[in-house]
């Protein structure tokens, strides 16, 4: 019954900025950490951001100093600002969130439906 949905993709030019968000609902108890992962044509997924409910971030070197994550506990809402963009980043972005489910008393970790972000001039 847990949804997480994205919002925020779009069409950008090379060095623009965009932000995307991940807002859950459902019958949630509580959240974990929550974080962003990255597909792109032909490649894998990989890692963008990740950060804890105390708010420690883990983010690779490939978008550190241009992506900032954050998040809003009481919105249950995961944040990714996007800045300097490049043709790299184009990808499909989905959110990842760790809830903690009721019935079992365990976390467990839930994906969103993907945004489409797309750097072009």
């Known amino acids: 019954q847990v949804q997480l949905v994205e919002s925020g993709g779009g069409l950008v030019q090379p060095g623009g900025s965009l932000r995307i968000s991940c807002a859950a609902s459902?019958?949630?108890?509580?959240?974990?950490?929550m974080g962003w992962y990255r597909q792109a044509p032909g490649k894998e997924r990989e890692l963008v951001a990740t950060?804890?409910?105390?708010?420690?971030?883990n983010i690779p070197d490939s978008v550190k100093g241009r992506f900032t994550i954050s998040r809003d506990n009481a919105k249950r809402t995961v944040y990714l600002q996007m800045n300097n963009l490049k043709p790299e980043d184009t990808a499909i972005y989905y959110c990842?969130?760790?809830?903690?489910?009721?019935?079992?008393?365990?976390?467990?970790?839930?994906w969103g439906q993907g945004t489409q972000v797309t750097i072009a001039a």
């Open positions: 990842n969130v760790w809830v903690l489910v009721i019935p079992t008393d365990t976390y467990r970790p839930y």
């Open positions: 950060i804890t409910p105390v708010g420690l971030t």
């Open positions: 459902g019958s949630i108890s509580a959240i974990g950490a």
